[in-house]
């Protein structure tokens, strides 16, 4: 009942409804375009909804992030460049049948298959948000920190290539969110007898340095490498071609519904995300499907299973951050900070204190993806032709410069473009020496609420830290977190013994 007053509040606020359309043509031109990211679109317009209502600031950056996710398959059809890492399954098939002068095609499925797999996941989290919710007001800060740590360990271990190299990424994390004034003691922390780092590093330009100055510096050492484009020409056999029927997606709908699925499952896990989701569902589509020998070579099939796993996270990713206080991904990370911005505590007591909040915000995301359906559907093609003619020369130096404003305006403080440009090496950095960014930032998120819930915990205890093994739940949390180092260290080293010397 909550999700249908919300419609009809969200459907009778017009403003609301321009930034919710607003977002979705500015998700997609951002996913489409190759290097850029959603959250890297988001950590730039950060500092916009300083000025915007909440529910018009949540909405307007949670739709972009779904955009985003389908935009990237535009590029990854188009120019066998993926505008983002889940769309690289999309990219196996995608540009093989663009190549066959089926682009347009091509991208129908995909947008067909994001919105469905987008649908599915929404309404699971509507669904079973208000359950989590409930369970988590039963934890008390020993659980919390459980779950917490639980967080720490899987995001760390699971987001990249080698589990060295996540967990050092999330300490790093932790580390630089300590900087500042101890939140008990009122003492000095990592400060070196600096008063600007004494209030701490701020979020925005940390999060605007990761992930727009760092992609900026990897784009500059690839300058000069262009891609093969394909795109269909405007000719009525061609028209022809590209007209999808009921027919030719039929054979995609159980490949669609089953990575929904996946796609929605996946999402609810802490930092595991869309590129896993995507290249999960893409290996089990083959697997099942009538004519595995076709996929890699342009099969319907092939664009729609990762697009629907894709855009099925977006919802269900939510769930953590919303219950918990534990963003599930790196979007989930930037919204937080926006949460808190506009002076909204997050965590299981959100659904007591602005439950209307949150429904409107689901209803406004249930909005966001009919809008992005329909422009994509009848206009991605002419999103790509335009996407084609931005010079990079031009574009990344305009991104440059917004980049440079957004963090100025965060606190109308210098320190904070130091900050940005600082942390704008390091995710160059650690892109270039396979550290992971969206971990450390997620870490950094984490990290506050993961000290004070540890220290109620040890005032709360006779035993000091065996607090956390004889409460059962608590006990749980700690195992599974630990589990989840093993199992993937033993995936490694079943794949390949060299790739765990890499980790």
């Known amino acids: 009942m909550d999700i249908f007053i919300a419609l009809g509040s969200v459907l009778t606020n017009p403003t609301l409804l321009m930034f919710i359309f607003l977002a979705a043509i ?5 996913g489409a375009i190759p290097g850029l990211t959603a959250s890297a679109a988001i950590a730039m317009l950060v500092p916009i909804t300083f000025y ?3 529910l018009s600031a949540l909405a307007f950056l949670y739709v972009i992030g779904k955009s985003g996710r389908y935009g990237g398959s535009i590029a990854a059809i188009l120019f066998n460049t993926p505008g983002t890492a889940a769309s690289a399954a999309t990219q196996l098939d995608g540009y093989p049948r663009a190549k066959m002068g089926q682009a347009t095609k091509a991208m129908k499925v995909a947008t067909i298959s994001s919105v469905i797999g987008d649908y599915i996941g929404e309404v699971l989290l509507i669904i079973g948000v208000g359950f989590i919710a409930a369970f988590a007001l039963k934890l008390g800060p020993p659980e919390l920190f459980a779950v917490y740590f639980a967080a720490f360990v899987v995001i760390g271990s699971v987001i990249g290539k080698s589990i060295i190299r996540g967990l050092a990424s999330s300490a790093m994390g932790v580390m630089i969110s300590m900087v500042g004034i101890d939140p008990i003691t009122a003492t000095d922390r990592l400060t070196f007898g600096s008063y600007d780092l004494a209030n701490g590093i701020a979020l925005v330009p940390l999060m605007i340095g990761i992930f727009v100055l760092g992609e900026v510096f990897s784009q500059l050492e690839t300058r000069g490498q262009e891609a093969e484009i394909f795109t269909d020409p405007d000719t009525e056999k061609a028209k022809a071609m590209n007209r ?10 159980p490949h669609v519904i089953r990575s929904s699925f996946i796609g929605a499952l ?3 896990l802490p930092g595991l995300g869309s590129a896993i989701a995507a290249f999960v569902a893409y290996g089990e589509g083959k697997r099942r499907a009538k004519n595995p020998e076709e996929w890699g070579k342009g099969a319907l099939e092939g664009i729609a299973a990762p697009e629907a796993a894709n855009n099925a996270v977006s919802g269900p990713s939510m769930a953590p951050l919303l219950t918990l206080g534990i963003p599930g991904s790196t979007i989930g990370a930037i919204l937080i900070g926006v949460f808190l911005i506009h002076g909204i505590q997050v965590g299981p007591t959100l659904f007591i204190t602005s439950r209307d909040l949150v429904y409107s915000l689901f209803a406004a995301g249930l909005i966001g993806i009919a809008v992005y359906g329909v422009i994509g559907f009848y206009g991605a093609a002419f999103l790509g032709r335009f996407i084609i003619k931005i010079p990079t020369k031009i574009l990344y130096p305009i991104i440059f410069l917004t980049s440079f ?3 100025y305006t965060n606190r109308g403080n210098l320190f904070d473009i130091y900050v940005m440009v600082a942390a704008g090496f390091l995710g160059w950095l650690m892109k270039k020496f396979d550290f992971n960014p969206a971990a450390f930032v997620i870490s950094f998120v984490l990290a506050g609420g993961a000290e004070e819930t540890f220290r109620q915990s040890l005032l ?3 035993n000091g830290a065996l607090i956390f093994v004889t409460r059962p739940i608590a006990l749980i949390f700690i195992l599974l ?6 199992f993937r260290a033993r995936n490694i080293s079943k794949t390949t013994p060299q790739a765990l010397e890499d980790a």
Request: hydrophobic fraction near 55%.
């Open 244 to 253: 999808l029927s009921w027919e030719e997606y039929k054979p995609c709908m």
């Open 26 to 30: 500015v998700g997609m031109v951002v």
């Open 481 to 486: 977190g630990i589990g989840a180092v093993i």
């Open 52 to 54: 915007m209502e909440p």
């Open 405 to 407: 404003i957004a963090a």
């Open 266 to 268: 996946i999402g609810m």
């Open 460 to 462: 709360l205890s006779d």
